[in-house]
């Protein structure tokens, strides 16, 4: 009973970390970003492949530049063996970037992540990533158009850290 409620524990903290990773991101916190991955992780995005540490430095300045930036995990497997587990999840990703003359445009992305984490000093993180792409699709943005006074609701423009309505968890 002792090694199973460890590994229901174990994976408990790797779907943490998991989600935390697109939270950080929408959220511009780069210290909870940093969280995510050890500094020596083996990340390879296809247009980024290094380590952990240059990864957040590289996509952080990147996710600043959209006005709104969404991001869900999904489907989480996990596979603890010890202080090592390897990890898949699908992943959707929505940015709006402003095109100029008031018209914004959102890009949709749907992918996995392959992950392997490690366990060192009783904290899980990320130690390996590889990122595979499955569908992109860009559409007009419509959260203007989408609620009128009549259907009013709130919308945040996140364009720095430490945006008041963020709650560290």
């Not at 699908?90 to 992918?111: E, F, N, P």
């Not at 559409?139 to 709130?154: E, I, K, M, Y």
Request: with cysteine; hydrophobic share 40%.
């Amino acid at each position: 009973m002792d090694a199973q409620l460890q590994e229901l524990l174990d994976k408990k903290a790797i779907e943490e970390v998991l989600l935390r990773y697109g939270r950080t991101q929408d959220w511009l916190d780069t210290p909870g970003q940093y969280s995510c991955f050890w500094p020596d992780a083996d990340i390879d995005f296809g247009f980024f492949a290094g380590n952990g540490a240059d990864w957040v430095a590289h996509v952080m300045p990147h996710e600043a530049e959209a006005l709104r930036r969404w991001h869900m995990s999904t489907s989480i497997m996990i596979e603890v063996d010890g202080d090592k587990a390897t990890a898949e999840c699908y992943g959707i990703a929505v940015g709006t970037a402003d095109l100029g003359d008031g018209k914004l445009q959102d890009s949709m992305y749907g992918g996995r992540y392959l992950d392997e984490l490690e366990k060192r000093d009783g904290e899980w993180r990320i130690s390996k990533r590889t990122y595979i792409l499955d569908w992109a699709h860009q559409f007009p943005n419509a959260l203007v158009a989408s609620t009128g006074a009549d259907f009013a609701l709130n919308i945040l423009t996140i364009s720095e850290p430490d945006h008041p309505m963020y709650r560290p968890l």
